[in-house]
C-alpha cells in the first residue's frame, strides 16, 4: 500500500473500493456527472486542492474526460495531478453490459496497471513528512466535537472555519482532517 498526501478524485463508489486495497489516502468519489450540481463537494475538492493538490483519476472514456475537465475547471488554486489508465476494452464483473464505448474503468484494472499509472503520473508516497500520530475521534471527544451538547453546532463552525462542507459525517471530518493536518496541529486549534 502506498501513502499519498493528495486526495484522489475518482468517478463512483467502485472506484473508490478498488483503490482503498492499493492506497493510503483520502478518496472522494464525485458520483459522476453528479459533480456537475453538487457545490459542496466542489468546496471540498477546491479545499483539498488548495491545502495538499489533488489527484484525479477518471476512466478513459468520454465520460471521464468530460469529469477531468470540469474538475479541472472548477480548482483555482492547488496542485493537480492527472493520472490516466490505458484505454482496455472488456466489462467490469458486477456489470452485465460493457460500458458505452466498451473500455475497462478504474474498478476494472489491475493492481500493477493502476500502479503503473500513478508511477508514470510522477505520484510517490511522501516519505519526507514525519510519521504522526493520526487524529482519531477520540481527539474530536476531547475537542468536544463529537458526543456532547452542542458538538454539531462546534464541529459545523469548525469545518466552516477550514472551509469544508458542513454535511460531513465524522468519519469523513477525521479523514479529510488527517490529510490537511498532523495531529500535533490539529491539536493546537484548541
Known amino acids: 500500500m502506498i501513502k499519498i498526501k493528495q486526495a484522489i478524485i475518482v468517478e463512483g463508489k467502485y472506484d473508490k473500493i478498488r483503490l482503498s486495497s492499493l492506497?493510503?489516502?483520502?478518496?472522494?468519489?464525485?458520483?459522476?456527472?453528479?459533480?456537475?450540481?453538487?457545490k459542496e463537494k466542489q468546496e471540498l475538492i477546491r479545499t483539498l486542492a488548495a491545502r495538499n493538490g489533488i489527484i484525479i483519476l477518471t476512466d478513459s472514456d468520454s465520460a471521464g474526460f468530460q469529469i477531468r475537465s470540469h474538475l479541472r475547471n472548477i480548482v483555482k488554486q492547488g496542485e493537480i495531478i492527472n493520472v490516466y489508465i490505458p484505454d482496455v476494452f472488456g466489462k467490469e464483473r458486477r456489470k452485465a453490459?460493457?460500458?458505452?464505448?466498451?473500455?475497462?474503468?478504474?474498478?476494472?484494472?489491475?493492481?500493477?496497471?493502476?500502479?503503473?499509472?500513478?508511477?508514470?503520473a510522477g505520484v510517490i508516497a511522501d516519505e519526507s513528512q514525519p510519521k504522526s500520530e493520526p487524529i482519531t475521534k477520540a481527539d474530536l471527544m476531547d475537542m468536544g466535537?463529537?458526543?456532547?451538547?452542542?458538538?454539531?453546532?462546534?464541529?459545523?463552525?469548525?469545518?466552516?472555519s477550514l472551509g469544508l462542507?458542513?454535511?460531513?459525517?465524522?468519519?469523513?471530518?477525521?479523514?479529510i482532517?488527517?490529510?490537511?493536518?498532523?495531529?500535533?496541529?490539529?491539536?493546537?486549534?484548541?
Open 23 to 38: 492506497v493510503d489516502a483520502v478518496i472522494i468519489p464525485t458520483g459522476g456527472f453528479a459533480i456537475y450540481k453538487d
Open 97 to 120: 453490459q460493457p460500458s458505452k464505448q466498451g473500455k475497462l474503468g478504474v474498478e476494472g484494472m489491475t493492481t500493477e496497471v493502476l500502479l503503473d499509472a500513478f508511477r508514470k
Open 145 to 160: 466535537l463529537i458526543g456532547g451538547e452542542n458538538s454539531a453546532i462546534m464541529r459545523a463552525e469548525l469545518q466552516r
Open 165 to 175: 462542507p458542513e454535511l460531513l459525517s465524522a468519519n469523513m471530518l477525521i479523514e
Open 177 to 190: 482532517l488527517n490529510v490537511m493536518y498532523t495531529r500535533d496541529e490539529f491539536l493546537e486549534m484548541r
